[in-house]
């Protein structure tokens, strides 16, 4: 199975921006739809962005869409989320997950990271 590790995840204030990387394990990835999603404790986990396997196409909830950019580069293994203009509501653990589908749901992920803690400051 394929592992993801991600990184970025860190304490911003609001208005502020992070950068989270997920690098792959296997070349598996290149072939893969890969997405974010973020959890807070005592919510359901929710899909905050995907991109599909070539990078042609992408897909954000909508609390992300003009803020959060996904993007990736299959020769290094490694998906990106650019998150900019950072509200305190973007508080979450951060998720990196290999999806069968876009937009995915949970049940539609392969594999999930270990996460990667944002904290948005008021």
């Known amino acids: 199975q394929v592992q993801l590790v991600e990184s970025g995840g860190g304490l911003v204030q609001a208005g502020g921006s992070l950068r989270l990387s997920c690098v792959a394990s296997?070349?598996?990835?290149?072939?893969?739809?890969m997405g974010w999603f973020r959890q807070v404790p005592g919510k359901e986990r929710e899909f905050v962005a995907a991109?599909?396997?070539?990078?042609?196409?992408?897909v954000y909830t909508d609390s992300a869409k003009g803020r959060f950019t996904i993007s990736r580069d299959n020769a290094k293994n490694t998906v990106y989320l650019q998150m900019n203009s950072l509200k305190p509501e973007d508080t979450a653990i951060y998720y990196c997950?290999?999806?069968?589908?876009?937009?995915?749901?949970?049940?539609?992920?392969?594999?999930w990271g270990q996460g990667t803690p944002v904290t948005v400051s008021s």
């Open positions: 997950a290999v999806c069968y589908r876009l937009p995915p749901r949970v049940i539609d992920v392969g594999s």
């Open positions: 296997r070349s598996t990835f290149r072939d893969s739809h």
């Open positions: 991109i599909s396997w070539n990078g042609a196409s992408t």
